[in-house]
Structure formats: C-alpha cells, structure tokens
C-alpha cells in the first residue's frame, strides 16, 4: 500500500491530491514502475491516463471501458508476489486488512477541509522513517515511513 497523507491522515480534496510533492511523485514512481496498481474508480477518474509502465487495474462496481477492472477476490487471487493499492480512500479501507507494508509519507501540512483519510493503521510496526526537506517542487517537508505488518505473537 503507498499513500501521502497530511498530519492529520488526509489523502484527498475535491477529487484530487490537496499538494504539489514532486519528491513524492518521483518516490511514488520509483516503487511502482513495473508492477501491478490497484485503484478505486474515483482516483482513477483523477488520472490523466493509466500510468505508463505498469499493470493498471481499476475497481468499480460499473463496467468500465478502456481498462483491466476486477473485483476484490480476483485481486487477491492475482499470482503477483507483490501488488501496489495506490487508493484512494475506499480502496485503502477495504486492502488494509490484507495489506503486508505500508509507504506512507507524511507530508507536513494539515489540509482545510479535505473530504478524504486514510484509514488507522494498525496491527502493523514502523520499520523506517526518513525526513526529506522540501525540494523546489514540493510544497511542504516530508516523512517518509515504512510499516510492516507486526507478527502475531
Ligand atoms: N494522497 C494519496 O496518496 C492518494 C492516493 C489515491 C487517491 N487519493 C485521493 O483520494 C480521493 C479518492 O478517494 P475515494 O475514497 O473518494 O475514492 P476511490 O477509493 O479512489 O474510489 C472509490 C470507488 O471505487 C469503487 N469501489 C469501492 N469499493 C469497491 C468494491 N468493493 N468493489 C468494486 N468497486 C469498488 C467504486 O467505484 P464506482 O463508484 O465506479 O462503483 C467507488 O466509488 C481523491 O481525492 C484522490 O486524489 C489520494
């Protein structure tokens, strides 16, 4: 699973990503590239196009046209050893109790009125954390963190 989220756990504004991170996207880009995506309709509607250089599948409960769609099941029955859930909010409810690692950055803001979270992470340990400064195509500083998915005891 791999979600920028705002200081206060918010994805989303109006249909629409509430920052310009650059670092991130390139960030975002470097740990999908080649592997299989996994969106809900709504992000997909906020994408120009599918994003090039990866299996694209989109979730709806609509038959969409002009791209892979598939439910919950056949995701999860997928032979890929790993699948990126790219969101939105939706999505990430539904994936996180089968999810093995989170990417979440943190980007340093709290978003006015945003109408999208990420849900609670839970059940899962921080096994990495990275500050990143702002770039000049960033709006805001970051944290990057890596969750993994605690072992049961
Ligand atoms: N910050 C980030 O990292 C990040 C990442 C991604 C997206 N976002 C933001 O998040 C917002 C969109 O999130 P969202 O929660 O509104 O929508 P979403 O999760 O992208 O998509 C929701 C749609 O997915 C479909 N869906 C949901 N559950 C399903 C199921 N069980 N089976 C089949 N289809 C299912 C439905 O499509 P139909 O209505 O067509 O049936 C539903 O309307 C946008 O603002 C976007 O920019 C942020």
Redesign the pocket.
């Known amino acids: 699973m791999?979600?920028?989220?705002d200081e206060n756990g918010?994805?989303?504004?109006?249909?629409?990503?509430?920052w310009r991170q650059s670092t991130d996207l390139k960030r975002?880009k470097s740990l999908t590239t080649g592997k299989t995506i996994v969106?809900?309709?709504?992000?997909?509607?906020?994408l120009p196009s599918a994003l090039p250089n990866r299996r694209n599948i989109?979730?709806?409960?609509?038959q969409?046209e002009n791209v892979e769609q598939m439910?919950?099941e056949e995701i999860l029955d997928l032979k890929e050893t790993e699948i990126c859930i790219?969101?939105?909010?939706?999505?990430?409810?539904?994936f996180l109790p089968v999810t093995e690692k989170i990417e979440q950055?943190i980007?340093h803001t709290k978003v006015e009125e945003p109408?999208?979270w990420?849900p609670e992470i839970e059940g899962f340990d921080l096994i990495n954390e990275t500050y990143s400064e702002a770039g000049t195509n960033d709006d805001f500083p970051m944290t990057f963190r890596t969750w993994g998915r605690s072992v049961s005891p």
Do not use: H
């Open positions: 791999i979600v920028a989220c918010a994805i989303g504004k109006d249909g629409d990503l509430p975002f969106m809900g309709r709504k992000t997909w509607d906020s989109v979730m709806s409960r609509r969409l439910d919950f790219i969101g939105g909010g939706e999505i990430y409810r539904l950055t980007i109408d999208t990420f």
